[in-house]
């Protein structure tokens, strides 16, 4: 959707404005009757660019029909994600999902009223955090003398507003996709805003530099704040890039690791991730003969989620007792160690001793990443 919607952008820029194609006409075509002439090249171009855009996606997606059977893979089960059916990613967690058509179309109209009206009335109108954005919003009253300009600046709307059609659906949270619009909200605000000093009249001369230089102030405000204010802290719990690189260690290249942070151990471990299936049966059958499955990596990812709702009586009530170090007897990963020492926030389970052990002492020590680990007995 990402790549889509700014495609759509050019694609009714060059529609809309026939007369950047001039240059690129015969003479002879250039001799036909204006109409004529330039209703053919109306969607010549526009229809050519979108064929050379779909000849260089053709191998994503032919590829993604070979492996995963569908054109687009899995993306289109995003729009599950982060909805009355499926809280989180328990969609990604179950092994073999099912849902009937009727509760998806409803649960995807809920989701699509519910992250619109908030991506309209927050995230929008909040975007860069400045007062840039309020001038960008009113410009659309102003006319430009510009044609070219005032016709991108509605393509732009339209491929805003279909952005937020599709974080709505498929992500939830508008503001991190609609920073990729700042930087022309900002020429647009700008322009605007220049506009009204010169329309208005001051009686005393010093009022025009003082209130460019105020809504100068207030829109930097925020970078400045960002840059100057205190560090954010390290994200852990659950993520502590030492410890996801000593368990990924502790594994071969070829081995997988099942855990509750792929991304994160896939990133810092480089190691081939699987995402914690939501119960332990299913984990018996994914960890089989094809895949290698010799670690398990849980962090309060998973500790930290409502005990009765999700790990008493829940769907990750499997997984309780593994996370209370009560690990089931055909459990095929019996050997264990805690990180950090002395706490319950991680737990890292494989088939054998895979790190070093001191004598006469529970403890083993990875002296590169000075921190210590209790090995479970």
């Known amino acids: 959707m990402v790549v889509l919607v700014p495609v759509l952008g050019v694609f009714l820029w060059l529609s809309i404005d026939p007369p950047s194609c001039l240059p690129l006409m015969s003479s002879q075509e250039r001799r036909r009757p204006a109409g004529q002439s330039l209703g053919i090249w109306r969607w010549r171009i526009p229809f050519g660019f979108l064929l050379v855009f779909m000849l260089l996606i053709s191998p994503w997606l032919i590829r993604n029909r070979m492996v995963s059977g569908g054109m687009f893979g899995v993306a289109p089960y995003s729009m599950l994600q982060h909805s009355s059916i499926c809280e989180d990613n328990s969609f990604d967690r179950q092994l073999r999902p099912y849902v009937s058509k009727d509760r998806i179309v409803k649960a995807l109209k809920v989701k699509l009223v519910s992250n619109f009206s908030r991506a309209y009335d927050v995230d929008l109108r909040t975007l860069g955090s400045g007062l840039i954005i309020c001038f960008f919003l009113v410009s659309f009253f102003h006319r430009f003398e510009g044609e070219k300009v005032n016709l991108f600046r509605w393509c732009m709307a339209m491929a805003i507003l279909l952005m937020m059609f599709a974080d709505s659906l498929c ?4 503001t991190g996709t609609l920073n990729v619009f700042l930087p022309m909200i900002i020429l647009y605000g700008t322009a605007f805003f220049f506009v009204i000093m010169e329309r208005l009249e001051f009686e005393e ?26 560090r954010a802290h390290v994200p852990y719990p659950p993520y502590f890039p030492p410890f996801v690189s000593y368990v ?66 829940g ?6 007792p593994v996370l209370n170090r009560r690990i089931p007897s055909d459990f095929p990963l019996t050997q264990g160690i805690a990180l950090p020492l002395g706490s319950r926030d991680q737990l890292f389970l494989t088939d054998r001793i895979r790190w070093n052990q001191r004598k006469q002492s529970n403890l083993a020590e990875d002296g590169d990443q000075r921190f210590e680990i209790r090995v479970r007995e």
């Open 205 to 230: 001369f010093g009022w025009q530099p003082v209130l460019i230089c105020l809504v100068v102030l207030f829109s930097a405000l925020p970078a400045a704040l960002t840059v100057f204010g205190p």
């Open 248 to 313: 990924c260690k502790l594994l071969d290249p070829h081995e997988a690791i099942c855990t509750d942070i792929p991304w994160a151990t896939a990133w810092y471990g480089n190691r081939s991730s699987i995402l914690l299936p939501s119960s332990i049966d299913d984990f018996y059958e994914i960890s089989g003969d094809k895949i290698p499955v010799k670690g398990l990596y849980l962090t309060t990812e998973t500790g930290d989620k409502p005990y009765i709702s999700s790990l008493a009586t």
């Open 171 to 174: 992500g939830g949270d508008s």
């Open 315 to 320: 769907e990750y009530s499997s997984w309780l």
